[in-house]
């Protein structure tokens, strides 16, 4: 992307608010941030580094719980608590990329969904410490700089602010040789080894990296909807989360905005067809992968080959997994 | 001096040995040839030295260190790299992006350095596309940096291949059968090229199955049939050594 439409959007992002009043709206355009920031998070792993993960829902709950637990039974600020639930998702998601080393495609994808299938069972039956299936309610927004957080649009600037920063962090580092050894793994595990890349180290790291960004957003989302409880991350988010990464455009670094809004909006907008809501959403799903295997933001490039006299069109999918 | 020295090197596939008790020491500083009818063991040798493939038994020494039972990664920081039979370049990247893959291993910072685009990380990124730069000038390919590597024709994704493995730095290189489906004025460029790598001071252990190539740029020819080393020696010596005749390069073929 060129700069000069980076700060068009950037722009747009922030003047959002002024525009589109009605609470609602900014309630929904939180939600696609925070889950655009956990789509972010899995795009690491599965998008650029190729590890299938069916599981990253059990990150989110791990971020949320975790900081809900250390902000109502420990009592700790905000901001130690958003950094400290990420570090223990963090650790998870090192944990889980262990088995990443021997396990590829669909097996790993289903042991990533066994992982998150025992976290849920963990806080379920953890009556002590997570309330079980009561959930936990009334846990603290946050203030930042002395000022409460509780309108919908001081959310929208907060989040915003967030997945911006992550946004760059993550840009950064796909752009490094951290991010050449993702993407090397993922085209070419053997010649990415010859080259001195150690498969185990980086996919241990994209995970964990991918758990950070999954596990803030968790954190993020308990302190915006001031509760939790085991149904809110499960597999079903699991699934929705990568079918944002691969909506939006899996590998790409707007794919997972793109995905969560499209995601977030489209089952929205499709409400006025009541029972055949979700049918329709479905069969979208099926056109835009049978159609659009790059994903929305493909569609950009697409546009700009189909002009006419212009060079002829050529599919450059950046594609995974 | 001896730079690669492989002691009773032996692969079984369940009943079928692929390679065995080989021998073989190749001189710093050489080409050495390593060839055979297909299914004797060669590639496998080859995966074994790289350790793509955990021998059965026997040891593989380099520059006097044991790389038995290392990793691949950490065979190429002994300064051991290679290129594969099969092309294998990552089909997102471009030629200068696969090339610095090849230069991972100059890598110099950490997380903080990344975030952070400190002065240390810049410098290492310009080091790394520096020595990329450098790989595809040697193999000709400096001025296609910019084009995905998989949309370029064959010989020249060969080329790739070898860039890559020169950006390691490399002391010694495995050429798998680097001429392959090559055209005569390809296979010319890349003999060429085989000796500008040597002269650079990087020894070559090549499998190769085009005779007339072997042949003429070689210091020395291992033979091995059925996993067995049955010759070895002088590019002369071999070629008209009855054993290899008979085993490989057969009757009434004239190799020039």
Redesign the interface.
């Known amino acids: 992307m060129k700069p000069s439409s980076i700060v068009l959007l950037v722009a747009g992002l922030l003047l959002f608010p002024l525009i589109m009043t009605h609470p609602y709206y900014m309630h929904l355009a939180n939600l696609i941030l925070i889950f655009a920031l956990t789509a972010t998070g899995l795009n690491v792993v599965t998008g650029y580094a190729g590890q299938l993960s069916l599981g990253h829902a059990a990150f989110s709950a791990i971020g949320a719980y975790s900081s809900a637990l250390l902000s109502m039974k420990l009592g700790w600020p905000f901001p130690l608590a958003l950094v400290g639930s990420a570090v223990i998702a963090t650790g998870f998601g090192a944990i889980l990329g262990i088995p990443s080393l021997r396990l590829r495609g669909p097996y790993l994808a289903l042991a990533t969904a066994g992982f998150s299938e025992i976290i849920r069972i963990i806080i379920n039956n953890w009556e002590s410490l997570t309330q079980g299936s009561r959930g936990i309610p009334e846990i603290p927004g946050p203030s930042f700089l002395g000022m409460a957080i509780s309108s919908e649009r001081a959310w929208y600037y907060f989040l915003i602010g967030f997945f911006l920063v992550c946004t760059l962090?993550t840009y950064?580092?796909i752009h490094?040789?951290?991010g050449?050894?993702f993407?090397?793994l993922?085209?070419?595990e053997?010649?990415?080894?010859?080259?001195?890349?150690?498969?185990?180290a980086y996919k241990v790291i994209a995970f964990a990296m991918s758990a950070f960004l999954s596990g803030l957003a968790g954190s993020l989302y308990v302190h915006y909807r001031a509760y939790i409880s085991p149904d809110t991350f499960t597999f079903a988010e699991s699934v929705a989360f990568l079918s944002m990464v691969v909506v939006g455009g899996k590998?790409t670094l707007a794919g997972p905005l793109v995905g969560a809004a499209a995601l977030t909006l489209v089952p929205d907008l499709l409400s006025f067809m009541k029972d055949f809501k979700m049918v329709f959403h479905g069969i979208l799903l099926v056109l835009c992968m049978m159609f659009l295997p790059g994903g929305l933001v493909s569609l950009a490039g697409t546009l700009k080959q189909w002009k006419p006299g212009g060079p002829p069109r050529r599919s450059?999918f950046?594609?995974?997994a | 001096m001896t730079l690669l020295s492989i002691e009773g090197l032996t692969k079984r596939f369940g009943g079928l040995t692929a390679v065995d008790r080989l021998d073989m020491e190749v001189s710093e500083g050489t080409i050495h040839a390593l060839i055979g009818p297909n299914g004797s063991g060669k590639t496998t040798t080859f995966n074994m030295i790289?350790s793509?493939l955990k021998p059965s038994s026997g040891r593989i020494s380099f520059d006097g260190r044991n790389l038995t039972n290392k990793?691949?990664?950490?065979?190429?920081?002994f300064g051991i790299?290679?290129t594969?039979q099969q092309i294998?370049?990552?089909?997102?990247?471009t030629v200068l992006?696969t090339t610095?893959?090849?230069a991972?291993?100059r890598?110099k910072t950490g997380?903080t350095g990344?975030?952070l685009?400190t002065r240390r990380?810049r410098q290492?990124?310009i080091e790394?596309r520096q020595k990329a730069l450098e790989s595809l000038e040697v193999v000709g390919l400096a001025k296609m940096g910019d084009r995905?590597a998989t949309e370029l024709p064959y010989g020249q994704q060969r080329l790739i291949e070898v860039a890559?493995?020169l950006?390691?730095g490399p002391r010694l290189l495995l050429l798998d059968e680097p001429v392959a489906g090559m055209n005569p004025m390809e296979i010319e460029f890349m003999r060429q090229l085989v000796l500008k790598i040597r002269s650079r001071g990087v020894t070559i252990l090549l499998v190769e199955h085009n005779m007339d190539l072997v042949m003429d740029i070689s210091d020395k020819v291992t033979v091995i049939s059925s996993g067995r080393k049955i010759a070895e020696g002088l590019p002369r010596e071999v070629r008209s050594a009855p054993v290899v005749v008979e085993n490989y390069l057969g009757r009434g073929i004239k190799v020039a």
């Not at chain 1, 053997?190 to 185990?200: I, L």
């Not at chain 2, 294998?88 to 990247?93: A, E, P, Q």
């Open positions: 962090a950064r580092i490094s040789h951290l050449r050894a993407i090397a993922r085209d070419n053997q010649a990415a080894s010859a080259s001195g890349v150690n498969p185990f590998g450059n950046v594609d995974a | 790289s793509m990793s691949p990664d950490a065979v190429a920081t790299s290679r594969f294998s370049l990552f089909r997102t990247m992006q610095m893959v090849g991972h291993l890598k997380l990344i975030l685009r990380f290492q990124e790394i995905m890559r493995a950006a390691v």
